[in-house]
């Protein structure tokens, strides 16, 4: 299993990204993807998931401001970013929870991590 994220970059404050995490590998089923990151000499913080029922969670600091949203046919997930802060400045991460294909049959509850991208707010 495989997550590849995308879309980062460096924006102004105020400025719009939208990321995007594409899963791949022998995957069953998705149940909650997310997006999390981790800004410089802080910890790794929630800030946003997706249930396979559509249901929605964000950090409070993002709320009216990022919007989350999948395509289940593909096992992609994205990440729109408007307004964005230069406290915003992290590496995000994309994450999802489910059932995979392992050589001993299908397995539950297990967590990917994709590897990150860079997102800088900055004049």
């Known amino acids: 299993v495989q997550l590849v994220e995308s879309g980062g970059g460096l924006v102004q404050p105020g400025g719009s990204l939208r990321l995007s995490c594409a899963a791949t590998?022998?995957?069953?089923?998705?149940?909650?993807m997310g997006w999390y990151r981790q800004a410089p000499g802080k910890e790794r913080e929630l800030v946003a998931t997706?249930?396979?029922?559509?249901?929605?969670d964000y950090a409070d600091s993002v709320k009216g401001r990022f919007t989350i949203s999948r395509d289940n046919g593909k096992n992609t997930w994205y990440l729109q970013m408007n307004s964005l802060k230069p406290e915003d400045t992290a590496v995000y991460s994309c994450?999802?929870?489910?059932?995979?294909?392992?050589?001993?049959?299908?397995?539950?509850?297990?967590?990917?991590w994709g590897k990150g991208t860079l997102v800088t707010v900055s004049s």
């Open positions: 994450n999802f929870v489910g059932t995979v294909g392992t050589d001993f049959g299908l397995r539950g509850g297990m967590s990917y």
């Open positions: 590998g022998s995957i069953f089923r998705i149940n909650v």
């Open positions: 997706i249930t396979s029922g559509g249901r929605t």
